[in-house]
Each structure stands twice: as C-alpha cells, then as structure tokens.
Nanobody
Framework: QVQVVESGGGLVRAGGSLSLSCAVS?????TAWFRQAPGKEREFVAA???????????YYSDSVKGRFAISRDNAKNTVYLRMNSLDVQDTALYSC????????????????????WGQGTQVTVSS
C-alpha cells in the first residue's frame, strides 16, 4: 500500500505564494495535484511524470499555467507544488495523487487514473 501525505497548506493573501509537498512512500511513475473548492468538482492542477530514462514531463491546467510549478526530489520521493500569484479562486482543498494506472499513452491528468490519494491540505487565499 503506497502512502501519500500532503503538507504545506495554509492561509495566504492574494498575490502571495505557497509551497505544497507530497511525500510518497515509494516511487511511482507519476504524481499529480488536484483541488476541490466547496460546491465544485475536483479539478486537475498539475502533474509530473518520469520515464525509466528519467526524462521528466510536466502538465498544468490552463488556470495555473505560468503561476504554479511542479517538481520532484527523487531522493525523498517527494513532489512539490510551488504556487505563485495566488488568487482567491485558488482557494481549495489540494490533494496529491500517485501511481498513474493508464500508461504513457495518456496524459496523467485525470483523477480516476490514479491509484493512491492523500488526505489533502487546505489552501485559503484571502483578498
């Protein structure tokens, strides 16, 4: 059983920055961040995937592209999400997902393609 633990959420003013961490108990081929705001469906935020040759691919939703950056630390099996220029619309519960099930032919951006999930960390952006 792979364990996924998020950390780093909190309260920040609009325009500010915050970094989230996702510690995964073992290496998987892809890890992603999703978020869910109250009354809304869960949405994709960002994902990172690496090949056996350690080529890294990153994916972003249009709403965060240019503001958020996903990265990883192999030695720690940890994926980070750096969030800049935060807006009130970014307020949500951010959840990390690991172990992409659908192979390399599809971009790892769909929530139902991941096997393991963390409990989530709350990000609140005030105006």
């Amino acid at each position: 059983q792979v364990q996924v633990v998020e950390s780093g959420g909190g309260l920040v003013r609009a325009g500010g920055s915050l970094s989230l961490s996702c510690a995964v108990s073992e290496r998987t081929d892809a890890t992603a961040w999703f978020r869910q705001a109250p009354g809304k469906e869960r949405e994709f935020v960002a994902a990172i995937r690496w090949t056996p040759g350690d080529i890294i691919y990153t994916y972003y939703s249009d709403s965060v592209k240019g503001r958020f950056a996903i990265s990883r630390d192999n030695a720690k099996n940890t994926v980070y999400l750096r969030m800049n220029s935060l807006d009130v619309q970014d307020t949500a519960l951010y959840s990390c997902a690991a172990d992409w099930l659908w192979g390399d032919d599809q971009a790892p951006t769909r929530s139902n393609g991941y096997n393991y999930w963390g409990q989530g960390t709350q990000v609140t952006v005030s105006s």
